[in-house]
């Protein structure tokens, strides 16, 4: 590790240490819900691997839309947005090695194995969870990298009606809609929210803007038709529409390799998603049984200004069985539990040309798990094992084990290791359009194994913690993107070497008085493949959000600082149209968002992003937009 990267470090929990002493008020332990597959609250202080939970409070503060923006206040995770494909990486992971999870369902798209985070927008009253370090032995192939777990608000959490509308530059409309029921036994809400904005240019030079319009509707609920029976639903559509651009690939051409305007080109995603379950509690609710089914089915359909170009369709139906038992005793509370997984994906490559197998494809699988925990108040411990029966690939077991101690009043030290799997998505085995890019039916999935440290440190009552963890994994059989000659035409295929994927995260959260908070979060990242950085994995990432908030909760403001450092990224600027190295310069983000009470139930709100007019490209020639400024209102009943 270099200097300059042990002072941004140092710098950014230097900056909570001073303003700590004049804390006055202890902070509620955040909870933790994916850390386990009984689904048994945990308090993050007796989570012994590396979470971020981002409170519904830090959301509306920070006035979130795409929820892809917050999560780049998360340590370790790295966010790549283009319009169509927005992605995300979480300890120098690929996109693909992240299991995204909405009200507990699997939202990835079966075909390529990964979600576009660009089309998850942010609920009223929701909710983050980011698990990093492979959770492969709770949830199979996809939590390789790890879990970000979206949880929007209960009918009891937020009940009643509340609603936002807001506009502001490029004709920029967003508005957003809820309502809560909390009853002695049912509890229910649905939601509507709206984005459009008529975008920017994101060439080099362009001029045509890249606009999006998104609509999500969800709804979940909860029925208890006795005290130790819950019966509950969850339902969420999603449907996107946005314009993107192509790259040049005429060879005689200047912009060769650049994204260049490309008029009628855009993209529509539309998913749904939808969970059935039912919940049954036994010895006082120490053992509860939970039976739940799933399913996710997912198309995408892009446009020229000649008709529909490309498409793919894809499903997922899944069953689970959770049994789980609480053991309390004099010293250590134990939890028993036992998972199965069922499992099917297919899909289908919609290609109107005739130029790609428009067949069904499909796999199975099935996936058991073992799961003990035990906690103190001094000492945690957690471990975890897997057994996937697969029908495309070998069966894989995975493991994770973590463990905390508590040397000293504020202290903690934790530990954790673990394997992960990552099975080849359906276009990496069987491609996507002949000609363009073959698959290849021999992939071998990837595996992974790692392991983290860490040091947790509350001062002033509480009032402040910091956090530091390194880890380390390797990947082995990492499934790149091939050129072989003579032909030079793209396939994928398993590398030979081992990804090494290295680094330190710091965290920092303090209360100054009653009024002001500071959240500041880094991460050193060292990714490599057999000594070659990988790609778009900044060796520096950092942000700051600072939010005050007026006595009576009459007014707030928040100040969002977020920088990404220098990285490396692929160009397809040789007339071979083999990919060649080129660099992403580092940029510095800045977002201020403030609201003023109106009356008891109305909001006024503005923000600024990027408010110093940053120019930057997240990956090689996508020009990110630049200054907007929103303004609206929003209202509680």
Same mark, same amino acid.
């Given at each position: ?83 169509? !494909? ?148 969850? !339902? ?46 036994? *010895? ?42 609480? !053991? ?177 995260? !710091? ?76 660099? *992403? ?53």
């Amino acid at each position: 590790m270099n200097r300059r990267s042990l002072i941004c470090g140092a710098a950014l929990v230097a900056l909570a240490l001073p303003v700590s002493l004049q804390a006055e008020e202890a902070e509620t332990t955040p909870i933790v819900v994916s850390a386990s597959r009984s689904d048994e609250p945990i308090e993050a202080v007796h989570f012994s691997g590396s979470v971020t939970v981002l409170s519904a409070e830090q959301l509306e503060q920070r006035q979130v839309r795409d929820l892809s923006d917050v999560l780049r206040d998360v340590p370790g995770v790295v966010v790549a947005g283009t319009p169509g !494909l927005s992605q995300l990486r979480l300890r120098g992971s690929e996109a693909n090695h992240v299991l995204l999870l909405v009200d507990r369902i699997e939202i990835s798209n079966p075909f390529y194995g990964e979600t576009d985070v660009g089309t998850l927008q942010a609920d009223l009253g929701a909710s983050v969870e980011v698990l990093r370090g492979a959770q492969s032995a709770l949830y199979g192939s996809d939590a390789i990298g790890g879990v970000i777990a979206y949880r929007s608000a209960s009918g009891c959490d937020n009940a009643g009606l509340s609603a936002y509308a807001e506009g502001g530059s490029r004709a920029t409309i967003n508005a957003g809609a809820r309502a809560g029921l909390c009853g002695e036994r049912t509890q229910a809400a649905i939601s509507a929210n709206y984005v459009s904005t008529d975008g920017a240019p994101n060439a080099r030079g362009g001029t045509r803007d890249i606009g999006r319009d998104s609509l999500t509707l969800a709804g979940k609920a909860t029925f208890e038709p006795s005290p130790n029976v819950e019966l509950r639903v969850a !339902l969420r559509y999603i449907s996107t529409q946005g314009d993107f651009n192509n790259q040049d690939f005429d060879p005689t051409s200047p912009t060769l390799g650049l994204v260049v305007d490309t008029p009628g080109q855009y993209y529509e995603n539309e998913a749904i998603y939808g969970l059935i379950g039912a919940r049954v509690e036994a *010895l006082e609710g120490r053992w509860t049984h939970d039976l739940s089914g799933q399913i996710a089915d997912v198309r995408r359909d892009t446009f020229s200004a000649f008709g529909r170009e490309s498409g793919n369709e894809g499903q997922r139906l899944k069953g689970s069985y959770v049994t789980s038992l609480r !053991l309390d005793g004099p010293v250590f509370a134990h939890q028993l539990t036992f998972a199965a997984d069922i499992e099917r994906e297919e899909y289908r490559n919609t290609d109107p040309f005739g130029f790609a197998f428009t067949g069904k494809r499909s796999a199975r699988n099935v996936g058991l798990v073992g799961e003990y925990r035990a906690s103190s108040e001094m000492v945690d411990f957690g471990a975890a094992v897997r057994h996937d029966f697969n029908s495309r690939f070998a069966d894989a077991t995975t493991f994770r084990v973590e463990g905390g101690v508590k040397p000293a009043a504020g202290t903690r030290l934790r530990a954790a290791g673990g394997s992960g799997v990552k099975d080849p998505g359906f276009y990496e085995l069987f491609g996507y359009v002949d000609g363009r890019f073959i698959g290849n039916a021999d992939l071998r999935p990837e595996k992974s194994i790692g392991w983290e440290i860490g040091i947790d440190q509350s001062l002033a009552g509480e009032t402040m913690q910091l956090s530091a963890t390194w880890f380390d994994s390797t990947l082995k059989h990492e499934i790149f993107t091939d050129f072989p000659a003579p032909d030079f035409i793209a396939t994928p295929a398993n590398r030979t070497t081992d990804s090494r994927r290295e680094g330190l995260e !710091l965290a920092a959260h303090t209360r100054i008085g009653s009024q002001v908070t500071l959240d500041a979060a880094y991460t050193w990242l060292d990714a490599k493949e057999d000594g070659a950085k990988e790609v778009r994995r900044p060796a520096n990432v950092a942000s700051v959000a600072l939010n005050w908030t007026a006595p009576d909760d009459a007014a707030s403001a928040t100040l969002t600082v977020r920088h990404n450092g220098a990285a490396r990224d692929l160009a397809f600027t040789d007339p071979s149209f083999v990919p060649v190295i080129t660099r *992403l310069d580092d940029y510095t983000l800045v977002n201020l968002a403030g609201e003023v009470k109106l009356s008891h139930s109305t909001r006024l709100f503005g923000r600024i992003e990027n408010l110093l007019d940053e120019r930057y490209e997240q990956v090689f020639s996508f020009v990110s937009q630049g200054r907007s400024m929103i303004a609206g209102i929003r209202a509680n009943f």
